[in-house]
């Protein structure tokens, strides 16, 4: 795919969806670092529905921390994986006290080394909360990558690192948005709405739909 294909692209997706913003319900950057960690593997309506309960009892690092573990658990077990990430956010909030003053950090190497946080997630959080240039990869976004050849690579770090490059400055703070949300609901997995998509004609997914009555 040519540089002017993916302008047209972006400028398209700027045009459908002009202020993007995550679907993870948060009041603070620190709910959206929580939320973010516990929608590995999960859905973005399961997380929003167990932090809706959670954030109304602790939205703070100390409130979380109150709670405990255990308490914890109790909001959010209804998320795959919660005791793991239970656990990564009880230890997640000791940091964030004793060595943050309770703030989220906003750069990369604070963020990863938060129990539970990986690359991912601190680009979600270094590019929804802080403003920062970065590629938050997820399955959607590797798929259309590659579905499209926007960006096509073998492994999600390839796929970032050519987002990054390829992204004019001037889209690059919401494209994570515009790609993942186009994936989610237009260009999804099994069956590509492809009749609704505002990029058809630009696409170059070789197994398109070419009836789209």
Request: aromatic share 6%; proline share 4%; net charge positive.
């Amino acid at each position: 795919m040519n540089k002017e294909k993916r302008y047209q692209i972006l400028t398209r997706l700027r045009d459908e969806n002009p202020t993007p913003t995550t679907e993870l319900v948060h009041g603070s950057t620190f709910e959206l670092l929580v939320a973010v960690m516990l929608s590995a593997q999960a859905t973005d309506v399961s997380v929003n529905k167990a932090t809706t309960r959670l954030y109304k009892i602790a939205n703070t690092p100390e409130k979380v921390l109150t709670l405990g573990e255990a308490g914890l658990k109790k909001y959010i077990r209804t998320i795959g994986l919660y005791n793991s990430k239970a656990a990564n956010v009880i230890k997640t909030c000791k940091i964030l006290v004793t060595a943050h003053d309770s703030n989220v950090p906003d750069n990369r190497e604070d963020l990863e080394a938060l129990p539970g946080v990986g690359r991912k997630t601190a680009n979600v959080v270094l590019n929804t909360a802080f403003g920062q240039p970065t590629m938050a990869v997820d399955t959607h976004i590797f798929r259309i990558s590659n579905r499209i050849r926007f960006a096509p690579g073998k492994t999600v770090r390839q796929v970032e690192d050519k987002l990054v490059k390829v992204i004019p400055d001037e889209f690059i703070l919401d494209a994570h948005h515009w790609l993942i949300l186009h994936g989610r609901y237009v260009c999804t997995a099994r069956n590509p709405r492809c009749g609704a998509c505002v990029i058809y004609d630009l696409c170059e997914f070789k197994g398109k739909k070419q009836d789209l009555d």
